[in-house]
């Protein structure tokens, strides 16, 4: 009998995002599933379904960021592997794809750059910048708070990645859950957990750090996702998307865009 391998992509537009939308965070997932085949590391599988999101216009993330108070744009991104890989960029200004530059960051001497020194390295690195037309045109349409997210399992790795333009008319320096390890995002041995929604109540709860040492205790997560909705108030957009060798699960106390799919391929 050959051996199978699982893998599962899910993939979120974040809490508050139309579920009509639900197409675009199906076709990151392929993307990463794609990649996952021809051999990408996982890390890397998550980080192309985030970029592809973030290219998509109609998350906030990427070219769809909200705008701050002063018209600037401003993205945090990261993204993190079962292996203890972990990378994350805040504030960066001017990048199409801030999850990639997250990666890049993952792969050097830090964990975390910031403002006019990640988008220095962003340059140095060779990372698309965004058009004068694009920057113009950020997140003109929507006006929701919608982090957009991935979650991998591989056999018996896992990763996760997010990328956010942050909450609409923030000002200017404001920084959210997204590039706080254990906060919007983390990936261990047993799983990983990504994040959505105000980022100030994700922070302070620890979220996906906790939602994590759910999976530790055995927790299937179709029963972490309602448990780590309960830790906030119903006022207080949140989302999440779980998976563990045990399952996979995602929801929202708001409408949430979010997709799943599974395969199993020969090892
Ligand atoms: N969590 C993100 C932030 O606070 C926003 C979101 O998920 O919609 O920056």
Not at 17 to 23: E, F, M, V
Not at 54 to 65: H, K, L, Q, T, Y
Not at 66 to 93: I, P, Q, W, Y
Request: charged share 20%.
């Amino acid at each position: 009998m050959t051996d199978k391998k699982k893998i599962v992509v899910l993939t979120h537009g974040g809490a508050g995002s139309d579920p009509a939308h639900a197409a675009g965070t199906a076709i990151a997932g392929q993307m990463s599933m794609m990649s996952l085949q021809t051999g990408e590391p996982i890390i890397g599988a998550a980080c192309h379904a985030v970029a592809s999101l973030e290219d998509d216009g109609r998350f906030n993330a990427g070219v769809g960021s909200h705008k701050r108070n002063d018209g600037t744009v401003e993205m945090d991104a990261s993204c993190m592997d079962s292996s203890g890989t972990f990378g994350a960029v805040a504030a960066l200004e001017g990048f199409k794809n801030p999850v990639r530059v997250a990666r890049i960051v993952s792969q050097s001497e830090y964990r975390v750059l910031a403002g006019r020194g990640a988008a220095e390295f962003a340059r140095n690195q060779g990372c698309q910048t965004l058009s004068p037309d694009e920057i113009a045109n950020t997140g003109k349409d929507f006006s929701t708070t919608d982090t957009v997210g991935c979650v991998v399992r591989s056999g018996d790795e896992f990763a996760a990645a997010l990328s956010t333009g942050g909450i609409d008319n923030a000002i200017p320096g404001r920084v959210g859950d997204v590039p706080l390890i254990g906060c919007g995002l983390y990936a261990g041995p047993l799983g990983a957990v990504a994040a959505t929604g105000d980022g100030e109540a994700i922070a302070m709860q620890v979220t996906a750090l906790r939602a994590y040492q759910l999976i530790e205790q055995g927790m299937d997560p179709k029963a972490i996702v309602p448990t780590a909705i309960g830790w906030f108030k119903e006022s207080t957009a949140f989302g999440i998307i779980v998976v563990s060798k045990i399952g996979f699960a995602g929801g929202s106390n708001r409408d949430m865009a979010w997709t799943a799919s599974e395969l199993e391929i020969p090892h």
